[in-house]
């Protein structure tokens, strides 16, 4: 299994903008991976995955027009960019890898590897 560990979040205030950092523990090659928040009582969102080492990317609906996924290989890490950061985005965010070879729009796409998360807070 993957180790991932997010880090970037905090206290921002609305309007502003954070980027959210997911580093892996080995290679993500062909992995897809994407990133997810929750806040209390609510269901867990997709926000945005991509496939590891290739140009596919998918944005959900949850932060429509505001994230922007990205990767750099050389660290094995993927990061997400929220601007315009609103109230309703306080959350905490989790990046997962699904296993090698299963594109991010397959329909067997699991992500079966799991960050510890990190929490986000805006500020109205």
């Known amino acids: 299994r993957v180790q991932l560990v997010e880090t970037g979040g905090g206290s921002v205030p609305a309007g502003g903008s954070l980027t959210l950092s997911c580093h892996a523990s080995?290679?993500?090659?062909?992995?897809?991976t994407g990133w997810f928040r929750q806040a209390p009582g609510k269901e867990r969102e997709k926000i945005a995955a991509?496939?590891?080492?290739?140009?596919?990317?998918i944005y959900y609906n949850s932060i429509q027009g505001r994230a922007s996924i990205s990767q750099d290989t050389s660290k094995n890490t993927v990061y997400l960019q929220i601007d315009n950061l609103k109230p309703e985005d306080t959350a905490m965010y989790y990046c997962?890898?699904?296993?090698?070879?299963?594109?991010?729009?397959?329909?067997?796409?699991?992500?079966?590897?799991w960050g510890q998360g990190t929490q986000v807070t805006v500020a109205s």
């Open positions: 997962a890898a699904a296993r090698q070879y299963v594109d991010c729009s397959s329909f067997v796409l699991e992500f079966r590897d």
């Open positions: 991509l496939y590891f080492g290739g140009g596919n990317t």
């Open positions: 080995e290679s993500m090659y062909a992995r897809c």
